[in-house]
């Protein structure tokens, strides 16, 4: 094997494992659409009322 192909290989695993990594947590980070009706409940249950 080429040391050009083996700068290569490595080059592509590594870029694939970041955006792997940035997928997972892009994904951790959003609300699915199935999802956002529940949170909005939640959130307005939460809400803090200033009165006054």
């Known amino acids: 094997m080429n040391k050009n192909q083996k700068i290569f290989r490595w ?5 694939t494992l970041l955006m792997a990594g940035l997928a997972i947590q892009m994904g951790m980070n959003t609300t699915a ?18 009165r006054p």
């Not at 080059?11 to 870029?15: E, H, K, S, T």
């Not at 409940?41 to 809400?47: N, T």
């Open 11 to 15: 080059v592509f695993i590594i870029f």
């Open 33 to 50: 659409p199935w999802n956002k009706n529940k949170n909005k409940a939640k959130i307005e249950i939460g809400k803090i009322v200033h």
